[in-house]
């Protein structure tokens, strides 16, 4: 019985310790390129923040379509419902003042639409699209097994984050699929940050530097 006991402590252990193993290494680390991005099927999720999500097909376009309006930052929503995305959406929202004036737009995309437009409460200011064929998330995507995500330490750090903040939030939807934040100008991608766990913020400071390289305003 003994040697039983040992061995769920050990099989626990062993378990903790692959958990808080840094991703790149568990499931993978690989940046998308422009030409990846590009070719994303989006289609505009309608509706206020107190209203069911509307998607129209027939709105259907390429991202490629939207780059070239100018330079973007866009936020690759893990789950639109959960505290940590919304926590990083509403810091995010705090750059648009600086995101104006360099001319840079701002949108978010989601890989299921459930919870968008109540997202839309922590990212006023910006655009949410249905990433219908998930591009943004690959092409390489990076599931974090629900065990993992709880076993990690780094989850309750931003938990306490998020409710030290007052984000509110819901465990209704996929939370798997880890997203990112890329910033995109000139057919090229010059910043990105890919989620690591539930929660990874990217670093707001190394969002506003990537930011603040535009000397002039950009139509």
Same mark, same amino acid.
């Given at each position: ?57 027939? #709105?259907?376009? +390429?991202?490629?379509? =939207?780059?070239?309006?100018?330079? *973007?930052?866009?936020? !690759? @929503? ?12 509403? #810091?995010?929202? +705090?750059?648009?003042? =600086?995101?104006?004036?360099?001319? *840079?737009?701002?949108? !978010? @995309? ?19 699209? =249905? ?89």
């Amino acid at each position: 019985m003994a040697f039983l006991g040992y061995g769920a402590v050990a099989a626990l252990g062993g378990a903790f310790i692959y958990a808080n193993l840094p991703t790149y290494l568990t499931i993978g680390a690989v940046a998308p390129k422009f030409a990846h991005l590009a070719t994303a099927k989006l289609i505009p999720i309608k509706g206020g923040p107190r209203e069911i999500e509307t998607i129209d097909k027939s #709105e259907q376009f +390429t991202a490629n379509e =939207l780059f070239q309006k100018g330079p *973007i930052m866009v936020m !690759a @929503v893990r789950r639109p419902g959960c505290m940590l995305c919304r926590r990083e959406a509403a #810091e995010l929202h +705090t750059l648009l003042p =600086l995101l104006k004036e360099k001319g *840079i737009g701002l949108a !978010a @995309v989601v890989h299921e639409s459930r919870g968008a437009n109540e997202f839309k409460s922590y990212f006023s200011g910006g655009d949410v699209y =249905l990433d219908t064929e998930r591009t943004f998330y690959g092409p390489n995507e990076r599931w974090l097994p629900h065990w993992v995500g709880f076993l990690r330490f780094g989850t309750y750090s931003n938990v306490y984050k998020a409710k030290k903040a007052k984000v509110e939030g819901n465990m209704e939807g996929e939370g798997r699929l880890l997203g990112g934040v890329y910033l995109i100008a000139n057919n090229d991608i010059v910043y990105t940050h890919l989620e690591k766990e539930w929660g990874d913020a990217a670093n707001i400071d190394e969002v506003r530097a990537a930011i603040e390289t535009f000397n002039v305003k950009t139509k």
